[in-house]
């Protein structure tokens, strides 16, 4: 009986112990964590200096600035505005099908990677299909591939 009585008393220390350690972590994290500690808006000043790769990096760092990024539809916009200069008709398609400038650009971003290499010119001088990088495959609609034809022939 006392055995188990010590047990009981013993895991509820720990218990305690360990509930006061996780406080102080939590303590601890909050002081370094801005998102928590300045206004919303100042927060969203500071992630709108961010690039997209930082800013996709940023959110993975914890879950507030995840929340944070991912719910901040006006950090999204200006990235996905320069991506609308390459792909400008799928923007605007997204647009009026009422997507939200996080999810249109997620769903232009690398298209608008590939296609500006294409109309750059970058694979002008291919001379077979086995000469093409991997990377610059993308599935593409066939107003995109006439576009990049269109460019090919003004060159």
């Not at 709108?48 to 990024?69: E, F, G, T, Y």
Request: proline share 4%; glycine share 2%.
């Amino acid at each position: 009986m006392q055995k188990n009585s010590k047990r009981n008393n013993n895991s509820r220390v720990s218990d305690i112990d360990l509930n006061s350690v996780n406080t102080e972590e939590k303590k601890k994290e909050s002081r370094n964590n801005f998102v928590e500690l300045l206004p919303p808006e100042v927060t969203l000043n500071i992630f709108h200096q961010l690039d997209i790769q930082s800013l996709c990096r940023a959110s993975m760092a914890c879950r507030s600035w995840n929340d944070m990024i991912k719910n901040s539809d006006s950090l999204w916009k200006p990235h996905c505005l320069t991506v609308r200069a390459v792909c400008q008709r799928e923007i605007d398609g997204d647009l009026e099908s009422g997507y939200s400038w996080r999810v249109i650009l997620l769903r232009n971003y690398q298209k608008s990677k590939v296609k500006h290499e294409w109309l750059s010119g970058r694979y002008s001088n291919i001379r077979s299909p086995i000469s093409l990088p991997e990377k610059i495959m993308y599935p593409m609609d066939a107003d995109t591939w006439g576009e990049i034809l269109e460019a090919e022939l003004e060159r």
